[in-house]
């Protein structure tokens, strides 16, 4: 079993910063990749930028160069930093852990086995 616990959300204005945080606990030796999700009403879930095991990422080409993620391993700590916010960033966000090796980081949120509660994040106009 692994838990994840989100932390950092909150309400900033456009063009603000955040920096959301997910410790792991549990079976962490067996995560391979972390991911940042988020899901607003009546959609799926979208992976925003993900970090495997060696410290390769990926992101949603709607948060590159806004969105950072990294990992302090020390800490069992994921990170999403993020920069110029816009209301469309406005969503809950959930820290996932993927437990599989994979070719790279993946997308599907079904390939995520485990997930965090979620932290609200809201852009104002």
């Known amino acids: 079993q692994v838990q994840l616990v989100e932390s950092g959300g909150g309400l900033v204005e456009t063009g603000g910063s955040l920096r959301l945080s997910c410790v792991a606990s549990?079976?962490?030796?067996?995560?391979?990749?972390m991911g940042w999700y988020r899901q607003t009403p009546g959609r799926q879930r979208e992976l925003v930028a993900g970090?495997?095991?060696?410290?390769?990422?990926r992101y949603a080409d709607s948060v590159k160069g806004r969105f950072t993620i990294s990992r302090d391993n020390a800490k069992n700590t994921v990170y999403l930093h993020m920069n110029g916010l816009k209301p469309e960033d406005t969503a809950v966000y959930y820290c996932?852990?993927?437990?599989?090796?994979?070719?790279?980081?993946?997308?599907?949120?079904?390939?995520?086995?485990?997930w965090g509660q979620g932290t609200q994040v809201t852009v104002s106009s």
């Open positions: 996932a852990a993927d437990m599989n090796l994979r070719l790279r980081v993946s997308s599907d949120p079904e390939n995520y086995g485990y």
């Open positions: 549990g079976r962490i030796f067996s995560i391979n990749a």
């Open positions: 970090i495997s095991l060696s410290g390769v990422t």
